[in-house]
C-alpha cells in the first residue's frame, strides 16, 4: 500500500495545482495568445493521451525542436505526464549535429516548429530511431517530410484526465544534451525529484510571487530553461513565450506586459543595454544571469536602469544554477564598483543543493585563500542521474563520488567560489557550450592544415569567442576565410572560429603535447581570470 | 555505494549552508543575546556531541519544555543532528499531563527551563523513562531536583564537526502531542522530509527572504513552530525569540528590532491591536494567522497598521499550516469587507502538498457548491508519518488512504476550502486544542456530579472557549465556580470552561446519546459557522 505520508516529488504537481487554485489567470502570453492555466493543463494533459495513442510508452524518450513556445513549454508537463521523456534539443545546432543527438537519444518521435524542421532536410531520411515527425507550423511551413501537422497529433488524445503524478521520483524526466569537451554530445539524465526542488529553488533565489512576470529570453532547451518552466508554474506567475532573442522586441515587451523576471547571459542584457530603445524599465526587473560572470559596466547600467541582479552559476549536469552569489548586510551599501565586484563571484550553494567544494586533484578541498587553484565539484540532489546510455563517462564524471565540473576557481575565505578557469575545452560563448575539440577536428579536416589548436578569447559581447591558430601542411596554400566557412559547413556556425591565424609552428611540450595555455596567455593579457 | 545525484532531504543541511554563507550574521535575537549563525551551528554541533556522550542515541527522544529561547530553537538542530528525536512539550498543560507525555514519549532527557520545571515537582519523582533532567537557568531557579544544569551538559560535548545528514529522509525528526478529542495525547511524527518540504513551503508562502526579521509570537512547540524554526533558518533571515507573548513587548520589538514577519493566531492580533502601544508598523509587516479565520475588523485593523494577512489552515498531524489563502487577481482591489470574507476562507494546498479534498463518508468529494458540508482529508509529504507507539490510532487516522482532519468544511465552486464545523470533539480556543471528552472527564469526576456535555462557543478574544452544561445528582447542590475550579486542579487551567450551566436534563436521542448540536446551536445563534 502506497504511504499516506509520501507523495513522489514531481514537478507534474505544479501544473496540476495552479489549474486548480488560477484556471482562469494568465498561464502563457505569447503574441496574441493567451493561455490560462486551465487551458494550460488541458493542452498537457490532451497531448499527454496523444502520445500515448502514438505509441509513446514509460520511458521513451520525445524530441523537441522549437524556440521558446507555448508548445515547448507545454511539452515540459505533457511528455512527463505519461512518464516519457523529454528531449528539448539546442535550435542552434547543425543537422548533423541534431542527428548524433536523435540517434542517441533513440527518441522516435520528433516534434518541430516548421521555422526549424526544414534544417533538418539533409538528415532525415537516415535518421535510426525517429518513426514520426510532427510539425508545429506558425511560421515558415512544413518542409514536406514531416508526417504529422500538430493539430493531427492532438487529435489522437482526449480530455480524461490524467494523474499528476509518478511512480518514482528518480524516474528521468529531461534529458538535454551538453556538447562537453569532445564534441561528442553527452545526453544529462534529469530526474522529476531533482527538477522539482531545483524549480523551488529557482522561486527563492530569484524571489519570484505569484505577480512573476517572467519573459523567456532563457532558450528552455538550456537545462530545461533552468527549471523555470517548472517554477514560474508552480508559483502561478505568467510565462511571457518568445520565439526569438531581439532586444527591441524585449523592450516592447517589459514595457507592455509588465515583465517582472528574466533570465539571460550577461550578452544578452549587452544586447538590450546597447538597443536604441533602451531606458529605464517601467517596473523593478529581476535579472538572473549566469553562463559569464556579469561585468560592472553591465551591472551599472542594468541597476541604473532600475533591475535587480542575480548572480548564478551552473552546468547542464547540475540542473543549469547550482550556486548564487547570496547578498550580504552591506552589499546594498557598497558603490557599484563594489558591489560589482561582489556580484562577480559564483557564490555558494542553492538552498536545494549539498555545499559546493573546490578541490584538489587528490579530492581535499584547497584553502579558502582566494588564490589557490582547485576544481569545482559538486553532488547531491541538484547532480544529473547520469549521462544517457553512457556508463563510462558517467563513472569518470562521478569519480570519487563527486561530480567534476571541469572548472578552475578559487574559494574565497568567505566560502563563495570565483571562477577563474576552465580545465576542459570548452570555450563558453554567449552561454552556449563550444568544444574546442570539436573546431579543431573540423579545422584539421580541411585539405591545407597540418595541424591547429582552438583556444577561447575574451570578446565583449558574447563573454568568449574560439580563435583558432592553424598550421598549413608544406606548399599549401589558404586563407582564414576559406577555413572559416570551411568549419561551418560541417557545424553549427556559432561554433566556428571567428579568427584563424595561420602560423608557423605551434607551441609544444617536450613530448610533444599542444601547450594551449601558452597561446591563451597572449590573448587574455590584461585580464584577471581567463574565462569571460 | 551512495549516489551521487541523491541526499537525504533534511532541514539540519539548512542551518549547515547558513553558517557558511552568513556565519557573522545575526541568527537569533533575545533579549541582549545576539547569536550569529556561526555560533548557532557550534552550539548545536557542541550539544549534539553532548546529547551522544550522555547516552542518546539514534532515534531516542529528548524533551522539552521551554519557552521561545535560543536553547529551544538550537535544539531542532541539535537533537536530530545525532538522529534523535525532539519532543517539544507544551508549555501550558499541567503536570499531571505532561507527565502522560514524558512517559508516552519514553524520553530518557528533559530539558527544562527553571521558569517552568517548578510545576513538575508532583511528579518528577514519578516519571517511568526520564533519567536526566537539564536545567536551563535563566528565569527562576533550579527547583532542586533537576540533575544537570544546561552548562554541564555542554560540557560534555566537544566542536568537531557533525555531518548535517541524515541516513534516511523518512526517519522522525521530532514527536509533537496533540489532545485529539480524547484527551489521550498522540504522538504526531514528523519526517526530516516533510520538515524540509514544509519548511520551503513557509518561505515560499510567507515570502521570506534573507532580510526577514521574523519575531517568535507562535510557540515553538506547535507543531516545531509551524517548521519556521527550520525555515527561517534556511533563509538565512533573523529569528527573534521571545519568552512570553506580551503585546507591549511585541511592539517595542516591532518598533526597534525591524521586524518584517510574525506567525500568531488571530487572538494575539487582537492583542496587538488592543494594547495601548498600538501605531502603524515601522516597516512592511506580513503575519501569518492561523487557528481560526481572522475576522473582517481584525483583518481590517492590521491592514490599516501596514500589515499583510496571509491565513493559514492546518494541524498538528500536517505539520502546521497545509493550505493558504492564495491571492487572487484583483482581491488587492477590494474593500476590506469583500478582502476579509475572501481571505478567511482556509484556501488551497500548500505548493509542497498534495490536493485538500472535502469528502463524504464514502470518501467521495462533494460537490463545490459552498454548500455541502465534508470532512477536510489529506494526504501526501504535509502528512505525519503516524502518531507514536500508536498503530492502531494511526490506523484510524489514515482510513482509506488519506488524512482524516475531523474538520468540516464547504468547497468553493473555485476549489478553495471553507470551514464550517468540527466533526471531532475538539474546542481551539486561542490556537490551542482542547478536547470537550477529557473536560467531561473532570468535570464528572466531581462527587456532585451525574453527567455533563461540554461544547465550544464563540468568544471575542479566543475564537472559542469551552462551555459546561452539568445535571448533578439527586440532593447534591454545587456552584459554577466549584466546578470550574475542580477542572483546574486536574488540567491546565486554559482547558477549564468559562462557564457552567447547571440544568435539568440534557438533550439526548432516543438512544440516549447526548445531542451536543442542540446545545451548540444556541450558543451559536447569529454565527455563520460553528467554529471561531
Redesign the interface.
Known sequence: ??K????E?TPL??L??SA???PD?TAILYGDREIDYAEMAAHATRLGHALTASGIGEGDRVAYLCPNTPEMLIAHFAVPLVSAVLVAINTRLSADEIRTILDHSGATMLVGDTELLGTLSPIVSDLATVTEIVAIEEVGSDPGFATTPYADLLARGTDDPLPWRVDDE?RTISINYTSGTTGQPKGVMY?H??AYLNA?GE??HS?H??DSVYLWTLPMFHCNGWCTTWGIT???GTHVCLRQVDPAVIWSLIDTKGVTHLNAAPTVLIGLANDPAAHPFPQRLTITTAGAPPSPTIIETMEGLGANIVHVYGLTETYGPHTVC????GVGDMNVSERANFLSRQG??Y??A??TRVVDDEMNDVPRDAETLGEVVM???N????YFADPDTTHEA?RG???HSGDVAVWHPD?YIDLRDRSKDIVISGGENISTIEVERAIASHPAVLECAVVAVPHERWGERPKAFVVLKDGQDTTEADIIEHVRGQLAHFKAPDAVDIIGVLPKTSTGKIQKYVLREKEWAGYERRIN
Open positions: 500500500m502506497s499516506v505520508y509520501r507523495t516529488l504537481s505544479f496540476e495545482r486548480i487554485v488560477w489567470k528518480e530526474t525529484r531533482g523551488l522561486i527563492i524571489r510571487t505569484l508552480a508559483i502561478g547570496e547578498l550580504q548586510p555558494v550553494s538552498i536545494i549539498d555545499p553532488r547531491g540532489n547532480v544529473m542521474k547520469g562521478f563520488g563527486k561530480f566560502s
